[in-house]
């Protein structure tokens, strides 16, 4: 229960609605308590002394009765419908918040199709059990318990056997739920699967074209839904056996009724009416023990959906933030002291011993082979990850003294996935600074040489881009981030292999109109090409996730082995310096 106290900050949300809503079904219950011993009236006074006025009186009352209980039904109906919904709606929204605060090795704690599916299915389990408490829950036990009691006034002696069967009864539900508890948690993680392989097909949809792997997919796909069927009918078949052994158990109870009764009716020691009430009592009794098994299902859903909602909402929250953040001042400079970082969960560090400073307004080029830790060593300035040793600087402060968001907005990221989002390109230009003037906006186009294809366009700047940029050409989307993140004016720019898609007569370009229009910007650029690092102020060799070199072009031509490694092979020479054929 400990992982389902995140429930209760929406208790007095919840209250709110649910105790009107109990206080219509209270009324009910007691419509439906009384309805059976009204009618044992009719047949015992009114039947056997044959007055009509009783009869037609009593059962205008039970009428009447019956019409107000069918009301306040409705209006807890209506209750619980709008109080369900709204409790689906806040979790969900507080999920996604919560999911927004998590730092990056949070989120990726359970993977995206599990964080999609608690987000989702999970809630809307939650949701359904909430519904089933306004609408059954209080009534179930009032309705058991009154009937027990109705059934003790007309006849302890029958009553007993009631009395026999419930506890039975009880110990079968308990039963099930110990073994519906880990199967629908199982049931869970399989929706995960599910909706995993049909993430992953969709993302991957044009290589899966591409290598005509569509009976693979369907086969990963097959299985894991035949999973999820297996489970789902499994964990069904084990709630299921309740109801039939329910009713065996009651409908055996009112064989016993009638037998003892009919007895008693013979002797003398009971009316016909209080029988007809007594069946009706039991059969009461049966429709709660029905709800209370309905509801031990859906609560049993509930309890792992919940749990697994509560985990989400257990994570740590991102970074540990400082409790007074320095305000940033300067220019953009930027600095590693020793630093040495690890992937969350690995041991083998994948950045070691780095040192070096950037100062404002310089342009650093990073070079290094594919998988030697550029993209990883950029990520600890917007402070993505935390370094596990020395440190990392920005404008000579720690950027664990400053508060998240300030840090972030000095630092405009080009990542090394163009990644865009649904919506027109001005809306995603506009990403970089949602006030920025239709004039600002054009000139970062211009420096990213985005204005050699956005008028081209069908709508221009208007022109929609579906979901991760799919009708747009991989070059296309690098130049809109490029745009992006220089309309941030920010005062760093970080460049993660942003050119790698666009040709090199372009990437020239842009880079001279970078240099010309943006030299008070500190620019941090990674390439795979030498042709894009050349020019800068300096260049920066990682090997293995260690800083193996640091010059100019020429210096590290001279001096840096790697380096010249990097370059005999772009260029088309071998060691010797010959060309190779
Ligand atoms: C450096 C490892 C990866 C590599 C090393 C993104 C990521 C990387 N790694 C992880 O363990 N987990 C991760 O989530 O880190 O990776 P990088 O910094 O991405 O390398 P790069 O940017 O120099 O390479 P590239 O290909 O972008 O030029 O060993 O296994
Ligand atoms: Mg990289």
Redesign the pocket.
Known sequence: MKKLRWLHRYMPEYLKLAVPAWVALLVEVLVDLSLPTLMASIVNIGIRNSDTPYILRTGGIMLGLALFGSLMGLARNWLSTKVSQDLGTLIRADLFRKAQRLSMSAILKFGPSSMITRLTNDVMQVQNMSFMLTRIFIRAPLLLLGSVIMAFILNPGLAMILVGVIPVLGFLIWLRIQRGLPLFKKVQAAIDRVNGVMREYLGGVRVVKVFNRHRYEQDKFDAANQNLTGLGVKAARSMATIQPLMLVLMNGSIILIIWFGGIRISAGNMLVGDIIAFINYSLQILQSMMMVSWIFTAGVRAKTSGDRIGEVFGLEDGMPLPEEPVVPVGQGALEMRNAAFC?PG?SIP?LKDISFRVEPGQTVALI?S????????VNLFSRFYDVSEGAVLVDGQDVRAYGLSELRSRIAMVP?QAILFTGTIRDNLRWGRPNATEEELEAAVRLACADEFIPKLPDGYDTWIGQGGVNLSGGQKQRLCIARALLCSAPVLVM??STSAIDMGTESRIRSRLRQHAQNMTVLL?A?RIHSVMNADRILV?DEGKLVGSGSHAALLEDCPIYRDIYRSQMGLDRSGKEVV
């Open positions: 992937w690995q994948v290094g594919t998988g030697s830790g550029k993209s990883s060593l090394q993660d292999d990674i795979q990682l």
